[in-house]
T-cell receptor
Framework: GAGVSQTPSNKVTEKGKYVELRCDPI?????LYWYRQSLGQGPEFLIY????????DSGLPNDRFFAVRPEGSVSTLKIQRTERGDSAVYLC?????????????FGSGTRLTVV | GENVEQHPSTLSVQEGDSAVIKCTYS??????FPWYKQELGKGPQLIID???NVGEKKDQRIAVTLNKTAKHFSLHITETQPEDSAVYFC???????????WGAGTKLIIKP
């Protein structure tokens, strides 16, 4: 596609529920990143995929968070047993190769609200 | 751990004047420094970047300077226009370059 697409744009869920956030990267981009942005802050790194594999998941806050990219294109970020502190905008970005200095292209994000 | 500090948090300038946003970083191994513009409800958009082997880069009204010795880099916007109003983020690469660490952002307000 022309850009990085994230769905849904907004998600409201109850505490304790499971959610999935989807990212469609730019076609042909092998690198995919998930970041989390809290209000008034810069994005924080969560996980980086090179192709189908998670090359670095050191930013995932705990084992309730998991992400997959089974075919090397679309990625899904999964959050189990959601907590109010998980409320944030979840941003996905892609780049042509696994080098951040080629410039990420971000999607518009999914705003997650846990009530 | 590594961090990036960004100042000011809010900057209000008269339309047509210049705006300067400053960042410092802690990781001496950082070698890539992008600047992003984020409008309300949208993801960050890359506006300019600089690599460690260059001291200055310019693109029309936007310029970035880098002082590796002092670990400082700055964004300069000249002849500001209303559409420049947004939140601007600086970032620095860490690790193997695929990860960025970000400043907290500067809300730029252009007064008509």
């Amino acid at each position: 596609g022309a850009g990085v697409s994230q769905t849904p744009s907004n998600k409201v869920t109850e505490k304790g529920k499971y959610v999935e956030l989807r990212c469609d990267p730019i076609s042909g981009h092998t690198a995919l990143y998930w970041y989390r942005q809290s209000l008034g802050q810069g994005p924080e790194f969560l996980i980086y995929f090179q192709g189908t594999g998670a090359a670095d998941d050191s930013g995932l806050p705990n084992d309730r968070f998991f992400a997959v990219r089974p075919e090397g294109s679309v990625s899904t970020l999964k959050i189990q047993r959601t907590e109010r502190g998980d409320s944030a905008v979840y941003l996905c970005a892609s780049s042509p190769i696994g080098q951040g200095d080629y410039g990420y292209t971000f999607g518009s994000g999914t705003r997650l609200t846990v009530v | 751990g590594e961090n990036v500090e960004q100042h000011p948090s809010t900057l209000s300038v008269q339309e047509g004047d210049s705006a300067v946003i400053k960042c410092t970083y802690s990781d001496s191994a950082s070698n890539y420094f992008p600047w992003y513009k984020q409008e309300l409800g949208k993801g960050p958009q890359l506006i300019i970047d600089i690599r460690s082997n260059v001291g200055e880069k310019k693109d029309q009204r936007i310029a970035v300077t880098l002082n590796k010795t002092a670990k400082h880099f700055s964004l300069h916007i000249t002849e500001t226009q209303p559409e420049d109003s947004a939140v601007y983020f600086c970032a620095a690469s860490i690790g193997s370059n695929y990860q960025l660490i970000w400043g907290a952002g500067t809300k730029l307000i252009i007064k008509p």
